[in-house]
Protein backbone atom coordinates (compact mmCIF):
# COMPACT_ATOMS: atom_id res chain seq x y z
CA UNK A 1 0.00 0.00 0.00
CA UNK A 2 1.54 3.57 -1.13
CA UNK A 3 0.84 6.73 0.50
CA UNK A 4 0.78 9.60 -2.49
CA UNK A 5 -0.39 13.27 -2.13
CA UNK A 6 -1.92 15.09 -5.33
CA UNK A 7 -2.99 18.49 -6.03
CA UNK A 8 -6.25 19.22 -6.17
CA UNK A 9 -7.78 22.65 -6.84
CA UNK A 10 -4.36 23.96 -5.13
CA UNK A 11 -4.67 21.95 -2.32
CA UNK A 12 -2.55 19.05 -1.36
CA UNK A 13 -4.36 15.73 -0.64
CA UNK A 14 -3.07 12.29 0.47
CA UNK A 15 -4.41 9.37 -0.50
CA UNK A 16 -3.88 5.52 -0.06
CA UNK A 17 -3.38 3.25 -3.22
CA UNK A 18 -2.81 -0.57 -3.86
CA UNK A 19 -3.28 -2.57 -6.66
CA UNK A 20 -3.00 -2.85 -10.21
CA UNK A 21 -5.86 -3.78 -11.89
CA UNK A 22 -7.62 -1.91 -14.88
CA UNK A 23 -10.48 -1.60 -12.63
CA UNK A 24 -10.67 0.78 -10.24
CA UNK A 25 -12.58 1.40 -6.67
CA UNK A 26 -12.88 4.48 -4.71
CA UNK A 27 -13.21 4.71 -0.87
CA UNK A 28 -14.84 7.62 1.41
CA UNK A 29 -14.36 7.65 4.37
CA UNK A 30 -16.79 8.54 6.85
CA UNK A 31 -17.17 12.12 9.73
CA UNK A 32 -13.55 12.52 11.57
CA UNK A 33 -12.10 9.44 9.50
CA UNK A 34 -9.28 9.21 7.53
CA UNK A 35 -7.88 6.93 4.90
CA UNK A 36 -6.22 4.32 6.91
CA UNK A 37 -9.76 3.26 8.67
CA UNK A 38 -10.09 1.55 5.27
CA UNK A 39 -6.88 -0.19 6.40
CA UNK A 40 -8.62 -4.26 6.86
CA UNK A 41 -10.17 -3.78 3.67
CA UNK A 42 -7.59 -3.11 1.75
CA UNK A 43 -5.40 -6.72 1.40
CA UNK A 44 -9.10 -8.43 0.34
CA UNK A 45 -9.75 -5.83 -2.39
CA UNK A 46 -6.57 -5.15 -4.21
CA UNK A 47 -6.11 -8.48 -5.28
CA UNK A 48 -8.69 -7.81 -7.73
CA UNK A 49 -9.01 -3.76 -8.02
CA UNK A 50 -7.08 -0.84 -7.98
CA UNK A 51 -8.11 0.52 -4.64
CA UNK A 52 -7.88 4.42 -3.57
CA UNK A 53 -8.53 5.55 -0.47
CA UNK A 54 -8.26 9.40 0.17
CA UNK A 55 -8.18 11.95 3.13
CA UNK A 56 -10.91 13.65 2.29
CA UNK A 57 -10.48 17.29 2.40
CA UNK A 58 -10.83 18.90 5.99
CA UNK A 59 -9.41 15.40 7.18
CA UNK A 60 -6.73 13.37 8.06
CA UNK A 61 -3.30 15.10 6.34
CA UNK A 62 -5.03 16.45 3.91
CA UNK A 63 -5.21 20.10 3.70
CA UNK A 64 -8.00 22.15 5.47
CA UNK A 65 -9.11 25.19 4.28
CA UNK A 66 -11.38 27.79 5.85
CA UNK A 67 -14.59 26.56 4.22
CA UNK A 68 -18.13 25.84 4.42
CA UNK A 69 -17.78 21.65 4.55
CA UNK A 70 -21.46 21.17 2.79
CA UNK A 71 -22.09 17.77 1.07
CA UNK A 72 -22.06 19.78 -2.37
CA UNK A 73 -18.05 20.94 -1.46
CA UNK A 74 -17.31 16.98 -0.57
CA UNK A 75 -19.04 15.80 -3.98
CA UNK A 76 -17.59 18.64 -6.06
CA UNK A 77 -13.84 17.88 -4.37
CA UNK A 78 -14.42 14.16 -4.80
CA UNK A 79 -14.98 14.41 -9.04
CA UNK A 80 -11.64 16.93 -8.79
CA UNK A 81 -10.03 14.32 -6.47
CA UNK A 82 -10.91 11.43 -9.17
CA UNK A 83 -9.74 13.74 -12.04
CA UNK A 84 -6.70 14.63 -10.49
CA UNK A 85 -5.61 11.21 -10.27
CA UNK A 86 -6.41 10.10 -13.64
CA UNK A 87 -9.33 8.14 -13.07
CA UNK A 88 -11.99 7.67 -15.91
CA UNK A 89 -14.40 4.75 -14.71
CA UNK A 90 -15.16 3.93 -11.13
CA UNK A 91 -16.74 1.65 -8.53
CA UNK A 92 -17.54 4.44 -5.82
CA UNK A 93 -17.94 3.29 -2.20
CA UNK A 94 -18.63 5.31 0.76
CA UNK A 95 -19.56 4.88 4.52
CA UNK A 96 -21.13 6.88 6.82
CA UNK A 97 -20.80 10.91 5.62
CA UNK A 98 -18.74 8.89 2.66
CA UNK A 99 -21.81 7.12 1.70
CA UNK A 100 -23.64 10.70 1.43
CA UNK A 101 -21.15 11.72 -0.55
CA UNK A 102 -21.59 9.26 -2.79
CA UNK A 103 -25.15 9.69 -3.65
CA UNK A 104 -24.25 13.28 -3.88
CA UNK A 105 -21.94 11.85 -6.66
CA UNK A 106 -23.93 9.10 -7.91
CA UNK A 107 -27.39 11.80 -8.48
CA UNK A 108 -24.90 13.89 -10.61
CA UNK A 109 -25.75 10.99 -13.20
CA UNK A 110 -21.96 11.21 -14.11
CA UNK A 111 -20.67 8.96 -16.12
CA UNK A 112 -17.25 8.12 -14.28
CA UNK A 113 -19.24 6.01 -11.54
CA UNK A 114 -20.05 2.54 -12.65
CA UNK A 115 -21.91 1.24 -9.66
CA UNK A 116 -21.92 2.59 -6.01
CA UNK A 117 -22.19 1.06 -2.37
CA UNK A 118 -23.11 2.48 0.46
CA UNK A 119 -22.42 1.21 4.05
CA UNK A 120 -24.81 2.82 6.60
CA UNK A 121 -24.82 6.21 4.66
CA UNK A 122 -25.70 9.63 6.38
CA UNK A 123 -28.24 11.66 5.04
CA UNK A 124 -31.36 10.57 6.26
CA UNK A 125 -30.76 10.75 10.37
CA UNK A 126 -31.99 13.93 11.26
CA UNK A 127 -31.30 13.31 15.31
CA UNK A 128 -28.54 12.69 16.99
CA UNK A 129 -28.02 9.33 18.78
CA UNK A 130 -25.62 8.78 22.21
CA UNK A 131 -23.07 7.19 20.37
CA UNK A 132 -23.27 9.75 17.80
CA UNK A 133 -22.47 12.46 20.95
CA UNK A 134 -19.79 10.36 22.27
CA UNK A 135 -18.11 10.41 18.50
CA UNK A 136 -18.79 14.37 18.66
CA UNK A 137 -17.28 14.80 21.82
CA UNK A 138 -14.36 11.87 21.23
CA UNK A 139 -13.63 14.79 18.29
CA UNK A 140 -13.51 18.02 20.19
CA UNK A 141 -11.94 16.62 23.30
CA UNK A 142 -9.39 14.05 21.63
CA UNK A 143 -8.02 11.97 23.83
CA UNK A 144 -7.30 8.09 23.86
CA UNK A 145 -10.41 7.41 26.71
CA UNK A 146 -12.64 9.68 24.59
CA UNK A 147 -12.23 7.77 22.00
CA UNK A 148 -11.54 4.16 22.78
CA UNK A 149 -14.59 4.45 24.32
CA UNK A 150 -16.30 5.78 21.26
CA UNK A 151 -15.31 3.52 18.60
CA UNK A 152 -16.30 0.82 21.30
CA UNK A 153 -19.98 2.03 21.15
CA UNK A 154 -19.51 2.13 17.08
CA UNK A 155 -18.75 -1.89 16.97
CA UNK A 156 -20.41 -2.66 20.15
CA UNK A 157 -19.39 -4.15 23.24
CA UNK A 158 -16.19 -7.26 23.58
CA UNK A 159 -15.17 -6.31 20.58
CA UNK A 160 -11.22 -5.22 20.27
CA UNK A 161 -10.21 -1.42 19.63
CA UNK A 162 -6.91 -0.79 17.91
CA UNK A 163 -4.42 1.23 19.56
CA UNK A 164 -3.46 2.67 16.36
CA UNK A 165 -6.65 4.03 15.12
CA UNK A 166 -7.59 5.79 18.19
CA UNK A 167 -3.87 7.11 18.40
CA UNK A 168 -4.28 8.40 14.47
CA UNK A 169 -7.73 9.69 14.96
CA UNK A 170 -6.13 11.81 18.42
CA UNK A 171 -3.59 13.12 16.22
CA UNK A 172 -5.77 13.82 13.65
CA UNK A 173 -8.32 15.76 15.71
CA UNK A 174 -5.14 17.55 17.44
CA UNK A 175 -4.40 18.83 13.85
CA UNK A 176 -5.04 22.54 13.12
CA UNK A 177 -8.41 23.52 11.78
CA UNK A 178 -9.45 19.90 12.37
CA UNK A 179 -12.62 20.59 14.82
CA UNK A 180 -13.27 23.25 12.91
CA UNK A 181 -13.81 21.00 9.55
CA UNK A 182 -15.38 18.60 11.71
CA UNK A 183 -18.26 21.12 13.13
CA UNK A 184 -18.77 22.74 9.80
CA UNK A 185 -19.26 18.87 8.54
CA UNK A 186 -22.00 18.38 10.85
CA UNK A 187 -23.70 21.53 10.42
CA UNK A 188 -23.56 21.42 6.58
CA UNK A 189 -24.88 17.82 7.27
CA UNK A 190 -27.81 19.28 9.49
CA UNK A 191 -28.56 22.32 6.69
CA UNK A 192 -28.77 19.83 3.80
CA UNK A 193 -31.91 19.54 1.62
CA UNK A 194 -33.60 16.83 2.06
CA UNK A 195 -32.22 13.80 0.03
CA UNK A 196 -34.93 11.22 -0.74
CA UNK A 197 -35.09 13.38 -4.44
CA UNK A 198 -31.79 12.33 -4.99
CA UNK A 199 -31.69 9.01 -4.24
CA UNK A 200 -34.81 8.87 -6.11
CA UNK A 201 -33.01 9.96 -9.42
CA UNK A 202 -30.27 7.49 -8.99
CA UNK A 203 -29.76 5.06 -11.93
CA UNK A 204 -26.64 3.42 -10.93
CA UNK A 205 -26.59 0.55 -9.63
CA UNK A 206 -26.66 0.59 -6.07
CA UNK A 207 -25.74 -1.88 -3.20
CA UNK A 208 -26.55 -1.12 0.46
CA UNK A 209 -24.90 -2.59 3.39
CA UNK A 210 -25.88 -2.39 6.74
CA UNK A 211 -24.64 -3.55 10.22
CA UNK A 212 -27.63 -4.93 12.12
CA UNK A 213 -26.06 -3.91 15.45
CA UNK A 214 -25.49 -0.34 14.02
CA UNK A 215 -25.57 2.45 17.06
CA UNK A 216 -24.90 5.45 15.26
CA UNK A 217 -26.85 5.32 12.35
CA UNK A 218 -29.52 2.40 13.50
CA UNK A 219 -30.05 -0.33 11.35
CA UNK A 220 -33.94 0.84 10.84
CA UNK A 221 -32.92 4.01 8.90
CA UNK A 222 -31.71 1.61 6.55
CA UNK A 223 -35.11 0.55 4.91
CA UNK A 224 -35.67 4.53 4.05
CA UNK A 225 -32.52 4.32 1.28
CA UNK A 226 -33.49 0.79 0.29
CA UNK A 227 -36.84 1.42 -0.85
CA UNK A 228 -36.16 4.78 -2.52
CA UNK A 229 -33.23 3.72 -4.65
CA UNK A 230 -34.33 2.34 -7.73
CA UNK A 231 -33.34 -1.49 -8.30
CA UNK A 232 -31.24 -1.51 -5.43
CA UNK A 233 -29.55 -4.58 -3.52
CA UNK A 234 -29.46 -4.71 0.25
CA UNK A 235 -27.14 -6.55 2.43
CA UNK A 236 -27.69 -6.58 6.68
CA UNK A 237 -24.32 -8.13 8.32
CA UNK A 238 -24.89 -9.57 11.33
CA UNK A 239 -22.38 -9.27 14.08
CA UNK A 240 -21.41 -6.23 12.96
CA UNK A 241 -21.89 -2.07 14.03
CA UNK A 242 -21.04 0.99 12.23
CA UNK A 243 -18.13 -0.15 10.88
CA UNK A 244 -17.90 -3.60 8.92
CA UNK A 245 -14.83 -2.76 7.43
CA UNK A 246 -12.77 -2.89 10.81
CA UNK A 247 -15.38 -5.39 12.50
CA UNK A 248 -15.51 -8.05 9.25
CA UNK A 249 -13.34 -6.89 6.73
CA UNK A 250 -13.18 -10.42 4.89
CA UNK A 251 -17.02 -10.96 4.52
CA UNK A 252 -17.77 -7.60 3.40
CA UNK A 253 -15.05 -7.86 1.00
CA UNK A 254 -16.61 -10.97 -0.60
CA UNK A 255 -20.39 -9.19 -0.61
CA UNK A 256 -18.78 -5.88 -2.05
CA UNK A 257 -16.52 -8.27 -4.71
CA UNK A 258 -20.26 -10.60 -5.66
CA UNK A 259 -21.79 -7.02 -6.48
CA UNK A 260 -18.90 -5.86 -8.37
CA UNK A 261 -18.20 -8.27 -10.35
CA UNK A 262 -22.44 -9.31 -11.11
CA UNK A 263 -23.44 -8.26 -14.47
CA UNK A 264 -26.38 -5.44 -14.19
CA UNK A 265 -28.75 -4.16 -16.87
CA UNK A 266 -28.10 -0.26 -17.05
Sequence with gaps: MKEKFVEVNRFNIRYLEDG???????????????????????????????VIAPDLIGYGQSDKPSVDYTPEFFTK????????????????????LGGQIVIECAASQND????I????????MRKSTPTLDAYTMAALYPNKDSVKNAYQMMVGPGKQISETSVERFV???SRPN?????????LGLKNAPDIHDKLASITIPTLVIWGRDDKLIPFE????????????????????????????????????TKFLSARHQG
Design 171 to 173: NNM
Design 117 to 124: ILISPAGI
Design 20 to 50: NSDRTIVLLHGLGGYAERWNNLFPFLSKKYR
Design 112 to 115: IIEK
Design 77 to 96: FVFNFMNAVGIKKTFLIGTS
Design 178 to 186: AKMVFLSTL
Design 221 to 256: YSQQFVSTIPNCEFVAMDGCGHSPYVEDPEELAKII
